[in-house]
């Protein structure tokens, strides 16, 4: 239990989007009961009430009311969990931005590590500077090339600034330059972004958990178990692999602890994560996705400031795995958080 009873701000976003649908003309019957699912920041919420805090909800819900209701909240930390703003999750850097500008102490990632990791391209260049080992890419918008190694088939093709899988599907894995200049255009027109096109790596999708901000440590390793794919299905985390609980491939896809990796591997993964993090300036926690290939090599592929912090999800599993409870990973954050600012 915590001694100090900090005023904890947790901070998440939502906007309205879409009409509401009409109302039936029969009413349904009524739908089994199912055990509801919570969100992270109700576990959170949890979490940071045991450790002795007070939290409460702020909402960013796109309107400069909510803005304004940031600025005169009455908080020692903001646990930030912003992803987007008004929808857009090219903004979650301005959030940041925001709260440096109101001089207000918060969790996570702060505006220039939420740059460099939603730009993936600049996020691979820095990478390759720093001598982490990083797929070759090219990247293509509306005709302009703008970046080009010597890249072969077979490629992978997805947005250089969405995150969570978005716009990645069983078709980003392209093998012919018909179906590159088929998947170039529609992320010109579905997203208007430009294009990461970059060598497909065949391998284990191993996710390293970094905590920290001087001395970051890198947490046991969990990995994306996409062995039980359907057969000529892409191996890849996939939209419908990480969000479509009604799909095959989210049923036949599993995350889960490394077990079998020997102590040399694993200190390689790890000592490429926390090089990673540092390289792109992530602070308190953050997800490095890598592939490791049959030869033992290792391909930094993306970082994730500011993951997911389910219960369920890989961060968490791997802090389980580490000796955390899911509330000794919340102190954690809220401590690094605290210290960076006192």
């Known amino acids: 239990m915590s001694k100090i009873s900090y005023k904890v701000a947790v901070l998440y976003d939502t906007w309205e989007d879409e009409a509401p649908e009409p109302a039936p003309e029969k009413p349904p019957r009524k739908p089994k009961k199912k055990k509801k699912e919570k969100h992270d920041r109700e576990e959170i919420f949890e979490a940071l009430g045991k450790l002795g805090y007070e939290p409460f909800y702020q909402v960013l819900d796109g309107k400069n009311q909510s803005l304004a209701a940031v600025a005169r909240a009455e908080a020692d930390l903001i646990f930030n969990l912003t992803e987007s703003y008004a929808g857009d999750d090219t903004k979650d850097m301005n959030i940041a931005a925001y709260l440096d500008l109101l001089g207000r102490a918060y969790t996570g990632a702060g505006p220039h590590a939420l740059y460099l990791a939603q730009d993936k391209a600049l996020a691979k260049k820095i990478f390759a500077f720093h001598g982490i080992k990083t797929p070759y890419f090219a990247t293509s918008y509306r005709g302009k090339l703008d970046h080009s190694h010597d890249i072969e088939f077979p490629l992978i093709v997805k947005p250089t600034s969405e995150d969570g899988s978005i716009g990645i599907d069983a078709s980003s894995v392209v093998t012919s330059v018909k179906e590159l200049m088929e998947k170039i255009h529609y992320i010109h027109e579905q997203f208007d972004s430009p294009a990461l096109i970059e060598e497909y790596i065949e391998g284990r999708e191993i996710y390293a958990a970094v905590l920290g901000e001087e001395k970051p440590e890198a947490l046991p390793l969990v990995e994306l178990d996409l062995s039980k794919l359907?057969?000529?299905?892409?191996?890849?985390?996939?939209?419908?692999?990480?969000?479509?609980?009604?799909?095959?491939?989210?049923?036949?896809?599993?995350?889960?602890?490394?077990?079998?990796?020997?102590?040399?591997?694993?200190?390689?993964?790890?000592?490429?994560?926390?090089?990673?993090?540092?390289?792109?300036?992530?602070?308190?926690?953050?997800?490095?996705?890598?592939?490791?290939?049959?030869?033992?090599?290792?391909?930094?592929?993306?970082?994730?400031?500011n993951p997911w912090l389910s219960s369920g999800a890989e961060f968490a599993m791997a802090a389980r795995k580490s000796g955390r409870t899911y509330t000794d990973l919340m102190r954690d954050i809220v401590d690094l958080a605290m210290a960076r600012y006192a």
């Open 230 to 305: 359907p057969e000529g299905t892409p191996k890849i985390a996939s939209t419908d692999v990480k969000w479509e609980k009604d799909s095959e491939a989210y049923r036949k896809t599993r995350s889960h602890v490394v077990e079998d990796l020997d102590e040399k591997t694993t200190t390689r993964i790890q000592e490429k994560a926390v090089a990673a993090y540092q390289a792109l300036k992530l602070r308190d926690y953050g997800r490095i996705d890598m592939r490791l290939t049959a030869k033992g090599e290792i391909y930094v592929l993306e970082a994730n400031p």
